[in-house]
């Protein structure tokens, strides 16, 4: 079946934000005392950052939403210039949208500061719905599949014609929850985790053709 729209993870997928996930990490620990290294952090916010709190918050003495508080106030929520798409998918993003298919974000990420990194890289009209869990109403993260669901019902798309894209299995279990394929796209080949997915893939030119045949 072809597909008629596109849901993207930001972090790590769309956008190369690890290491500015890791130093914003780095810095909330060390609030506590407690000194992390890259290779330490980067394992547990390859799961998801709240699953790092989680580890890490036992380690330092606090919970795990102090941590969180201090992952934010390190720059989290703010545009980094670490931050950068990865090579190849902007061209891709276009040509999608000029193929009358629809991009979406569907990220765990705040969706207005994924608005302002697509704004900021002259993105944002590639996209239609950016479905982060700070939308009207609250909504719940991925793995659950509320996100995809939202992004569903904005066109009334059946979900066999949605592709979720996304480099961990959150986004996966989040994708097929909402009835829909997914993609396993992993641009920095970390991932070693065989995982559900209909496609899985390193390589942009595969993506390509996945999407636009």
């Known amino acids: 079946m072809e597909y008629t729209d596109v849901a993207w993870d930001f972090d790590g997928c769309l956008y190369n934000s690890y290491d500015h996930i890791i130093s914003c990490v780095r810095s909330?620990?060390?609030?506590?005392?407690?000194?992390?290294?890259?290779?330490?952090?980067?394992p547990?916010?390859?799961?998801?950052?709240?699953?790092?709190?989680?580890?890490?918050?036992?380690?330092?003495?606090?919970?795990?939403?102090?941590?969180?508080?201090?992952?934010?106030?390190?720059?989290?929520?703010?545009?980094?210039?670490?931050?950068?798409?990865?090579?190849?998918?902007?061209?891709l993003l276009r040509d999608i949208a000029a193929s009358g298919r629809r991009n979406h974000i569907c990220s765990n990420r705040k969706s207005t500061v994924c608005a302002a990194y697509l704004e900021r890289d002259g993105l944002l009209s590639c996209f239609d719905v950016i479905a982060g869990p700070d939308m009207e109403g609250g909504i719940p993260s991925k793995p659950k599949p509320d996100l995809v669901i939202r992004i569903l019902k904005e066109h009334d798309t059946e979900p066999p014609r949605l592709l979720m894209i996304g480099d961990r299995e959150l986004d996966l279990?989040?994708?097929?929850?909402?009835?829909?394929?997914?993609?396993?796209?992993d641009p920095d080949r970390y991932c070693t985790e065989i995982y559900d997915a209909e496609f899985r893939t390193c390589d942009v030119a595969e993506l390509r053709r996945f999407i636009l045949g």
């Open 28 to 42: 909330a620990v060390g609030r506590f005392g407690y000194s992390a290294t890259a290779e330490e952090i980067f």
């Open 44 to 91: 547990y916010v390859r799961v998801s950052v709240p699953y790092a709190f989680r580890h890490f918050a036992p380690l330092c003495g606090c919970k795990p939403e102090n941590l969180s508080y201090w992952y934010r106030a390190a720059g989290s929520q703010q545009v980094s210039d670490l931050v950068q798409p990865y090579d190849g998918l902007p061209e």
């Open 173 to 185: 279990l989040a994708g097929h929850g909402a009835g829909s394929d997914a993609c396993f796209f």
